[in-house]
């Protein structure tokens, strides 16, 4: 559960971001584990990656071990049918209103689950720097597809699957660990935030690259970096304001001041009134 802020101190970090926030013609947002929790999902990187990091398991050894490769596909099967039952949350929607009034860069998120989206930001506005969990692909060929043309052939019963272009192995779209983010998904999430006026970053601590390399390349460029987390982030020092609080209802609150600031344009036909 989030420590929503209190007192003098949380009502002046709000304000400063609201404030960073409407000064800011472009935004790019940096976006972490806590916004995939907020819609009832667990930590891909908790409740699948480290569990397998705490078995011992690498690349590596996906690729020496059948075994290793069948007890991937059974917790990865299991994860992506959670995927399929999530529907965004109230920082993905209002991530996507951001988007409507022309505020949004860019979205480099290091979830999987398609979220963002779901609620309505079209997919070239997302950068997904640890693939996607809706996807698979081919570790030899590089080949991608829709991970529902695997079926249900999936599992320990089963094994890995094989490419059906060159029968090599296959792998989720999301990253396991020990892969590495490509270089086009960084070099997209770098110029994204230098078209932008402000890093909003939420629902992450930050303790892992190259995500959090953003806020270094936000600082050596000159943009401020806002963060919003449920607790404090190691690289709090580098932002400009920190609010510790509920990510949703944080951004629930920001948009309500952009409201009272510039009142969305209304539909062709809608009247004021009505």
Sequence with gaps: MSTPEFGR?????????NDLVRAAAQITVLTGAGVSTEAGLPDVRGAFGLRLRQRGITLDEFLASPSVRAEYWR???HFSRLVLGAAPATTHRALAALHRRGRLSAIVTQNVDGLHQGAGVPPEAVIELHGRVHEARCLDCGHTFPRERLGETTGAAFGAPHCARCRGLLIGGALLLGEQVSSER???????????DLLLVLGTSLAVAPASQMLRWAREAGIPVAIVNATPTILDELAAVTVTADVGAVLLEMLDDLDRAEPPALAPGAHANS
Aim: cysteine-free.
């Design 9 to 17: 101190a949380g009502w002046q970090a709000r304000r400063r971001l």
């Design 75 to 77: 917790q990865e099967k």
């Design 186 to 196: 960084l070099l997209a999430a770098l110029r994204a935030l230098l078209l932008s």
